[in-house]
């Protein structure tokens, strides 16, 4: 059985080889990720000119157009007022903050009331400086 030492040594070698590993897969699919994009944004300019919503080929597939959003707060003092003034509470998310939560179970060792927390010891490896 390898040492402490050796096992470390180990683990740290073939965490790099999956950094290497890793690096080189997505190189070889960036050229891949970039046709697609540009057969991609084709067949968007095709159905934008033809007026459709989705293209369907016998045997092949469909492709179809979706509208996907993302929404992130830039100025909280400005969507908090906002919120309160016009009362849309239904704009926000029911969600606690986690590093607040595990302060809380620091100090008291048990999580708030109604709260879920669970603290997951995990071993993690840094390369040497």
């Not at 040492?3 to 683990?11: G, H, K, N, Q, V």
């Not at 968007?44 to 293209?55: D, F, R, S, V």
């Not at 016998?58 to 996907?68: H, I, L, P, S, Y």
């Amino acid at each position: 059985m390898a040492t402490i030492s050796e096992t470390l040594e180990i683990a740290m070698k073939l965490r790099a080889q999956i950094e290497v590993d890793e690096a080189q897969f997505e190189a070889q699919l960036a050229p891949k990720k970039a046709m697609l994009k540009k057969l991609t944004a084709h067949i968007h300019e095709y159905l934008n000119e033809q007026g459709l919503q989705n293209l369907k080929v016998a045997g092949v597939g469909t492709a179809f157009k979706k509208v996907t959003t993302s929404c992130t707060v830039a100025d909280w003092d400005v969507v908090w007022a906002d919120i309160t003034t016009r009362e849309a509470w239904d704009m926000l998310n029911h969600a606690v903050n986690k590093t607040a939560v595990a302060a809380y179970v620091e100090e008291h060792g048990a999580p708030p009331p109604g709260v879920n927390y669970t603290a997951t010891e995990v071993v993690q490896f840094r390369k040497e400086t």
